[in-house]
């Protein structure tokens, strides 16, 4: 008898401490703290995704970091994933997720300065400077805080040092409800190497109403379709100029020109590239373009189905293409032949990553600023951003109608067409 109270006592104490462990486990995990009072006050109420179907993935994000052909990738890659670990319960917050989006909508590029955030409130930077603290990952770059972060997020190219802060990407950041609880990610694609179907695909995470945590592959095409806000944690550029424009209006100083010359149409054909950025899968080939028509009046001048944009993809090439001589004929653009200062760029485009300069070429008293989503500023082919001085002649191209623009990276060619 004695020793069948001394059994019910042990099992209800057992019972008693797996129940007060598992409450206060779970109460951390929903107030997104460890001891200490959180004050951020009011959590989203609108969980769920609706108009996306999610799609299970067995890849392992910890796998996915590693970068034995480039350590510098691989160390931010990690900076990245232990500041997503960080933040990632923060997402349960209006708070936060509104100094999120508010942030991100006062810079044109969709991204909000982690730094920034967190200077103007302190609480939140003290719940992310602990879990930075208590973070438990396998990894061997570790870091104990925002600021240190900071300091260590920069990427040694070979040439140079590039430096960089972290900062939030909102890929979707015009259509997305800000009263529903977030995706999450960090900008490291998939390996698509035995599936092409998940081509740069990223794996997005999200918590349910009940605080469980679930990941889903995510593609650029399923931006569009999410209401949800989508948050990239990535290595964001430092003081990127106010981009150039896009507009269909002729300047007085296009309708000079044009009645001087006629409009031709340019073409790019021949191209090869000699560089691989990518860690897996195919290398997205884009080009962007602008032309200096005047003081402040410098803008994108790329069409595509007749459309002016920003930039356009050239061709997706296989990792087996690498340093072969491919075509592909895409439009340049539709300019007179006397134009001058037109300026460009091709680079290896990642969607997920924020948006990094491909130079600033320079004329007629003004400038046109070129960028585009890359995980590093030098994951370019044809001019290094810092030094973009090369325009496009077209009255050569007019007359000779072609010319090549060939580096160590790349070759690209671009013709007259009528």
Request: hydrophobic residues 30%.
């Amino acid at each position: 008898m004695k020793k069948s109270k001394i059994i019910l006592v042990s099992i209800l104490s057992m019972i008693i401490f797996v129940a007060t462990f598992s409450s206060c486990e779970k109460a951390n995990l929903e107030e997104g703290k460890s001891e200490k009072s959180l004050k951020l006050e009011k959590k989203i109420t609108n969980y769920g995704i609706a108009d996306f179907n999610t799609r299970a993935t067995n890849q392992n994000l910890e796998v996915l970091i590693q970068n034995s052909n480039d350590r510098e990738d691989e160390k931010i890659n990690s900076y990245l994933y232990y500041l997503m670990h960080s933040l990632k319960e923060l997402t349960n917050y209006t708070k936060f997720n509104e100094l999120i989006l508010e942030s991100a909508k006062q810079n044109y590029f969709q991204t909000a300065n982690l730094i920034t955030v967190v200077n103007n409130n302190k609480e939140i930077g003290n719940i992310i400077n602990e879990k930075l603290k208590d973070n438990t990952s396998n990894l061997d770059k570790k870091v104990e805080s925002l600021q240190e972060i900071e300091e260590k997020l920069t990427y040694n190219n070979g040439r140079t040092i590039e430096k960089y802060t972290p900062v939030i990407y909102v890929p979707n950041l015009k259509n997305c409800d800000p009263t529903k609880n977030p995706l999450f990610a960090i900008s490291v694609a998939v390996n698509s190497d035995s599936d092409e179907s998940i081509e740069e695909n990223i794996i997005a995470y999200y918590y349910d109403e009940n605080q469980n945590l679930h990941k889903t592959l995510l593609s650029e095409s399923d931006i569009i379709k999410i209401k949800n806000p989508i948050f990239i944690i990535d290595n964001g550029a430092i003081n990127l100029h106010k981009p150039s424009i896009i507009n269909t209006e002729i300047s007085n100083t296009e309708i000079s020109n044009t009645q001087k010359t006629s409009t031709y149409s340019f073409h790019s054909h021949e191209y090869r590239i000699n560089h691989r950025y990518e860690n897996s899968g195919k290398s997205e080939f884009c080009i962007t373009a602008g032309i200096v028509l005047g003081p402040s009046d410098g803008r994108y001048i790329l069409k595509k189905n007749g459309k002016l944009k920003e930039w356009k993809e050239i061709a997706s090439v296989d990792k087996n293409d690498i340093g072969k001589d491919l075509a592909h004929r895409e439009q340049f653009c539709d300019r007179n032949k006397d134009d001058r200062y037109v300026f460009f760029n091709t680079f290896e485009r990642d969607w997920y990553s924020s948006s990094k300069s491909l130079g600033q070429g320079g004329g007629n008293n003004g400038y046109v600023y070129l960028y585009g989503n890359m995980k590093y500023k030098s994951n370019w082919y044809s001019f290094d951003p810092e030094n973009l001085t090369t325009w496009v002649n077209m009255n050569h191209i007019y007359w000779s109608w072609a010319q090549w623009y060939k580096n160590s990276k790349s070759e690209f060619r671009i013709w007259r067409c009528n």
